[in-house]
C-alpha cells in the first residue's frame, strides 16, 4: 500500500483504467435513471453522463488527454458500432424498401432546412460570420461536420460543440414534439431524428423504437452524404 | 461472441481498407456496414454461408433467438448511446466557447433542431400518404 494517498491518486489519474472505470460507471447509473423514468426525454444519458463527467474532470483538474486515454476504448467502438447497424438494417429490410420514396423526398427537404434554418437564423441574430459558418454543418455526424467545417475554413471545434448540443437537443425534443403534433408512424419519427440529430439522436430513436432507430441511421448516413455537398452551395447562395 | 466481434471488426477493417485504397471521401465503417448487410443477405440465398456467426436462426421458425452476429450488434446498438459520452466530454470542456456567443447560439440551434425535425417528419408523412393513394387509384 502507499502511505501517500496522493501519490496513488496521482498513479491511478494517469492510468486508462480509472477513466474507463468512470465512463462506464457515469452512464451506467445515468442510464438506470433513465430506464427508471421509463426513458424520459430529459433524463437523456448521453446529456447527462456529459456533464457529471466534465465536472469532475474539472474539480479533479485532469486534461482531456488523459482522460480519453482510457474513453478511448468506448469510443473505438463507434466504428463496430456502425458496421452492426447492417443488422437492424437487414431484419428491417422489406419496411425499409417500401419507404424508399418517402425516405428520398425527405433527406432532400429536411437536409435543405436543416442548413438554411441555422444558417439564415444565425445571421438573423447577428452572430459573426465565422461562427455562422461554424454552426451550418451541425446536423451531420461529428467527424464529417468537422471536415465540411474545415473545408469552409471556419472552427472545427466550435463546430464539434454545435454538432453535440443539436444532437442532445434534438434527442430531448423529439418525443414530446411528435406525440404533440400527433404522428404515430415510427417511420417518419426516426427519419426526422435521424436527419436533425445525427447519431445522438439515433440513439435515442433505438431506445424508443427499432423501426424507428433504422430510419434514423439511414437518414443519417445520407444526410452526412447529402450535407457535405450541400453546405459549400448553401453558403455562397445564403451568405452573398 | 468472439467470433461475430471478429467478424464485425473484419468487415470494418476491409471498410477502411477499400476506403483508403481507393481514396473514397466516406467513413470506412459505413462501407462495412454495406458489406455485413451483403454477407447477411447472401447468406439467405446460400446455405453455404449460414455457419458460425452467420448461422442465424429465425426465432419464428426453431423457437430459437437468433445468435451470432445478430445478437452481438444488437448489444452493440442498445448501448449506443454510451459511445458518443468520450466525444461528448470533449465538448464540456470547451464550454467557454458556448459562454462568449451566449443565449443566441443555444436559441438558434434549438429553433434549427425543431424546425428540421416538423419538415422532415412532414415531408415524410405527406409523401407516404401520396404514395399509397397512388397505388390504391389504378
Not at chain 1, 453522463?49 to 467502438?77: P, R
Request: charged residues 10%; hydrophobic residues 55%; aromatic residues 6%.
Amino acid at each position: 500500500m502507499s502511505r501517500d494517498p496522493f501519490s496513488l491518486w496521482v498513479y491511478l489519474a494517469q492510468s486508462p483504467l480509472l477513466w474507463l472505470t468512470v465512463t462506464l460507471f457515469v452512464y451506467a447509473i445515468a442510464d438506470a435513471v433513465s430506464i427508471w423514468t421509463h426513458r424520459h426525454p430529459l433524463a437523456n444519458p448521453v446529456l447527462h453522463s456529459i456533464w457529471i463527467i466534465g465536472a469532475f474532470l474539472h474539480l479533479t483538474n485532469t486534461s482531456y488527454t488523459t482522460y480519453f486515454g482510457g474513453a478511448q476504448f468506448v469510443h473505438f467502438l463507434l466504428g463496430p458500432a456502425t458496421v452492426a447497424l447492417a443488422v437492424p438494417l437487414y431484419e428491417n429490410r422489406k419496411v425499409v424498401a417500401s419507404a424508399i420514396l418517402p425516405m428520398l423526398v425527405a433527406l432532400a427537404v429536411g437536409s435543405v432546412t436543416a442548413v438554411a434554418s441555422v444558417v439564415l437564423l444565425a445571421e438573423a441574430a447577428g452572430l459573426p460570420r465565422e461562427v455562422v459558418l461554424s454552426m451550418a454543418p451541425k446536423s451531420v455526424t461529428a467527424g464529417v461536420a468537422m471536415g465540411i467545417s474545415e473545408s469552409l475554413h471556419a472552427d472545427p471545434s466550435l463546430t464539434a460543440v454545435a454538432v453535440v448540443l443539436t444532437g442532445i437537443m434534438g434527442a430531448i425534443t423529439v418525443t414530446p414534439l411528435m406525440d404533440r403534433i400527433g404522428v404515430t408512424d415510427f417511420r417518419a419519427r426516426g427519419f426526422a431524428v435521424g436527419i436533425a440529430a445525427h447519431g445522438i439522436g439515433t440513439a435515442r430513436a433505438f431506445q424508443v423504437d427499432t423501426v424507428a432507430g433504422v430510419f434514423a441511421s439511414i437518414a443519417m448516413g445520407l444526410n452526412a452524404l447529402v450535407t457535405s455537398l450541400l453546405v459549400p452551395l448553401a453558403v455562397t447562395f445564403l451568405l452573398r | 461472441v468472439i467470433a461475430s466481434l471478429s467478424l464485425i471488426l473484419l468487415c470494418q477493417l476491409a471498410g477502411e481498407a477499400f476506403v483508403r485504397g481507393v481514396g473514397l471521401p466516406m467513413p470506412g465503417p459505413v462501407i462495412g456496414l454495406m458489406l455485413l448487410l451483403c454477407l447477411l443477405l447472401m447468406r439467405d440465398r446460400f446455405a453455404l454461408l449460414a455457419r458460425g456467426p452467420l448461422q442465424g436462426q429465425d426465432i419464428e421458425r426453431t423457437g430459437v433467438e437468433r445468435t451470432g452476429v445478430e445478437s452481438a450488434s444488437r448489444g452493440l446498438l442498445a448501448n449506443l448511446s454510451l459511445l458518443f459520452v468520450p466525444a461528448g466530454v470533449g465538448v464540456v470542456q470547451k464550454i467557454d466557447l458556448i459562454v462568449n456567443h451566449g443565449i443566441a447560439f443555444l436559441g438558434v440551434l434549438a429553433i434549427s433542431v425543431l424546425i428540421t425535425l416538423a419538415a422532415t417528419v412532414a415531408t415524410f408523412i405527406l409523401a407516404s400518404r401520396l404514395m399509397t393513394r397512388g397505388e390504391q387509384r389504378p
